[in-house]
Structure formats: structure tokens, C-alpha cells
């Protein structure tokens, strides 16, 4: 699943080249990825529109129009932006494409269709996308150990699951946990209400430096991004940790564990992430 750093990347890259951009007409291939309103109406609301900007909220990505409008877009497990001249090759699954006044199309591409796009007017209240029960994000300046401890003083989840929920913390998923978590020496299976002061100022001090770094490996050009045909997990080389059980360690040599918490699988170091508090 594309988490903060890949979603931020996907603004990033799309923001330029539909900025400006004026939706002429629409093509929705499968209206089960239309969450709002049915797919004609939708269709009926964006055509017309032009982009006056995106922003990422968490991990949901939103196109503002000049009118004000605007659409939101969740890719969940498998969804893909692309903008791509007309006559390049389409890719399986695409199932929205928008026409742009400049001759190029902006694609949604999603093998498992679990991705959602949303259209909501000025005047409208978010209620539908989920938007509205996001927690702060990882870079805001109230993201400090004192928010975090009394966040989870009371949880009785682990840190892992507490750091996936996004209605206490929006964007981190299962990758960035894991790195989050080595990095700061948590334990993932630890409570939530048992992180020390301490540990909750690490936490704070790693998880905007760690997802501002992986956004910046990120980076890419919107022509390597279209011949990748989207966004691939570039940042795989520099992870110390997820997906790297049995690997040595790269602090103390240990190989690292996996285990499993409420159905994620978590990696980490058992000498560098003890279960015990680490002040």
C-alpha cells in the first residue's frame, strides 16, 4: 500500500503537469471506484473543471478546481495516477481516465479496485471520504512527546497498532512503522500506554525525520515515473529493517525477528528494540 512518502511523491509528481489543466471530458471504465456521488453524476460535476491544485491529507490526495470543487482520491492497496499522452499504451485496470484540454489524459489505474475517488463541492461538508477522522499529521508542530504520551496513556494496543491508527496519527503504514519503531528502539509489541516520556520524545523527533527522508529517496522525475507506470517502492534499498527478517542487524548484528500483531507482520531487532522500556 502506497503510505505518506509514496503518496506525497504521487502530489508531487502529478501536481505539475495538471496544473493549470482543463477536464474536458471523462472515461469511467469500472464505476465501482467512484465512492461519490454515482459515477454520472460525478462524471457531470468534473468535466469542465480546470485544476487549480493538489495537497495530501494523510494519504488521501485531493485535486482543488478553480470553482472551488474539488476531488479526493484514496489509492489504497493497489491505485496509480498517471498522466500520459493520449496514444500511450493503456495499462489493465484502468478505470478512469480524464481527458485534458492540452491533448494529455490524467489515468487511474487500480488492479484490486479498492481505491476510492470522491467528488465534493464547495460548499460541501467532508463526511464520506474519512478525511474528517484523520489525527494530526507527522509534521505538524503539535506532534511532540508530550501529544503522543497522553495519546497513548490509555491505549492497551501496541505501539505498532497505535502508530497504524489514523485517527491518532495520519499517513504512517506497516513499512514506516517498522522503521519508525527501530529507529526510536520500541519494541513493537510493547503497549502503547507503557512508552515512557522519553520514548514518546523519540518517537516525536523520528517520525517527521524519517518520512521527510524516505519522501526525499523518493524523488523522481515525471518521466521515470511514467515509465515505471507509477510509483514502485524506490525506497526499498534504504530500509533498515521491514522485510528484512533473518538479515543481520544493522546496528548490532542480531538477525532480525518478525512477529505478527493484529494480522501485520512486524520486523525488528530483539537486542536493540527490547521489551522492556529503554530510558
Not at 479526493?72 to 496514444?87: A, K, Q
Not at 484490486?112 to 470522491?118: K, M, Q, V
Not at 515512557?196 to 527522508?213: N, Y
Amino acid at each position: 500500500m502506497p503510505e505518506l512518502p509514496e503518496v506525497e511523491t504521487v502530489r508531487r509528481v502529478i501536481e505539475p503537469q495538471i496544473k493549470g489543466r482543463k477536464i474536458v471530458s471523462i472515461e469511467i471504465g469500472n464505476q465501482q471506484v467512484i465512492g461519490y456521488p454515482d459515477a454520472k453524476a460525478f462524471c457531470t460535476s468534473v468535466c469542465g473543471q480546470t485544476v487549480a491544485g493538489m495537497s495530501r491529507r494523510g494519504k488521501f490526495l485531493c485535486i482543488f478546481f478553480e470553482k472551488n470543487d474539488r476531488m479526493v482520491l484514496h489509492l489504497r492497496m493497489t491505485g496509480c495516477l498517471l498522466v500520459t499522452p493520449p496514444d500511450y499504451e493503456k495499462a489493465k485496470h484502468t478505470h478512469a481516465v480524464f481527458d485534458l484540454d492540452d491533448g494529455s489524459q490524467l489515468r487511474y489505474i487500480d488492479p484490486r479496485r479498492f481505491g476510492r475517488l470522491w467528488f465534493l463541492k464547495w460548499d460541501e461538508e467532508d463526511t464520506i471520504t474519512g478525511i474528517h477522522r484523520l489525527g494530526p499529521e507527522p509534521f505538524d508542530a503539535g506532534l511532540t512527546g508530550e501529544y503522543l504520551q497522553i495519546r497513548f496513556s490509555t491505549r492497551k494496543k501496541t505501539i505498532k497498532e497505535c502508530l497504524l491508527d489514523q485517527s491518532l496519527l495520519a499517513g504512517i503504514g506497516n513499512i514506516y512503522a517498522d522503521e519508525i519503531l527501530f529507529a526510536s528502539g520500541i519494541f513493537p509489541g510493547r503497549t502503547a500506554k507503557s512508552l515512557t516520556a522519553q520514548e514518546c520524545g523519540r518517537l516525536a523527533d523520528h517520525i517527521p525525520r524519517i518520512l521527510t527522508d524516505f519522501i526525499e529517496k523518493n524523488d523522481i522525475s515525471a518521466e521515470d515515473y511514467l515509465s515505471a507506470r507509477g510509483m514502485e517502492y524506490r525506497n526499498a534499498p534504504y530500509l533498515q529493517v521491514y522485510g528484512r527478517q533473518k538479515e543481520p542487524c544493522p546496528i548490532c548484528g542480531r538477525p532480525l525477528e518478525k512477529m505478527v500483531l493484529a494480522g501485520r507482520s512486524s520486523v525488528f531487532c530483539p537486542s536493540c528494540q527490547k521489551k522492556e522500556p529503554q530510558l
